[in-house]
């Protein structure tokens, strides 16, 4: 595969929510608010982003606490700042993501996968979310390799865990692709020599790419 800047690669990663899926963007933890409270919420849920430090999210992403212990430390946070809570779920709703497929980069999965290249997961991750986003593809098909944050105690955008991901892909970084929806994890990407796609929304860009 030779990318859009004349570079040869033979190794693609790509991030999991709002990549290969549709869903999972940080936007999405705030529907359940009113569009006024919608980015405050969002930053007492994740923190900066941008940034691995002590916030709960982050903690829970390197698998460090519980969802149960996260949310309810969210709760309390959402008390102090004044944000009204919004209702509980009806009865037998679903009370953790269901994650949909981002069938245009799902297709350009299927088109790596022939075309010979090593394909890879890393995704900032939840282990109670594991079975929900597991189901959704065959990932031991068309993957060779899946690193889950929580699994491995590190998370995007620290370097180690691009490192980490090329080390057990089998790649180098000068060779490899990277796909993320989140501007600093594309970053944190290209600063160890990595080609990444920003994913937006509307993948199509990205996929052309």
Known sequence: ?????????????????????????????????????????????????????????????????????????????????????????????????????????VALVHDLRAAGLRLGVLTNNVAEFREHWRRMLPFDELFDDVVDSHEVGLRKPNAAIYRLALDRLGATAERAAFLDDVPTNVTAAQSVGMLAVLVDEDPTDAVRT
């Open 1 to 105: 595969m030779t990318s859009a800047t004349s570079r040869s690669i033979d190794g693609v990663i790509f991030d999991l929510g709002g990549v290969l899926a549709a869903n999972g963007r940080h936007a999405d933890f705030a529907r359940r608010f009113p569009p006024e409270h919608a980015e405050q919420v969002i930053r007492i849920f994740v923190g900066d982003y941008g940034d691995d430090g002590d916030h709960p999210w982050h903690r829970l992403e390197r698998g460090e606490i519980t969802l149960a212990e996260n949310r309810a430390l969210n709760r309390v946070a959402l008390e102090a700042a004044g944000v009204p809570l919004p209702p509980p779920p009806p009865e037998g709703a679903a009370t953790t993501i269901e994650f949909t497929l981002n069938e245009p980069v």
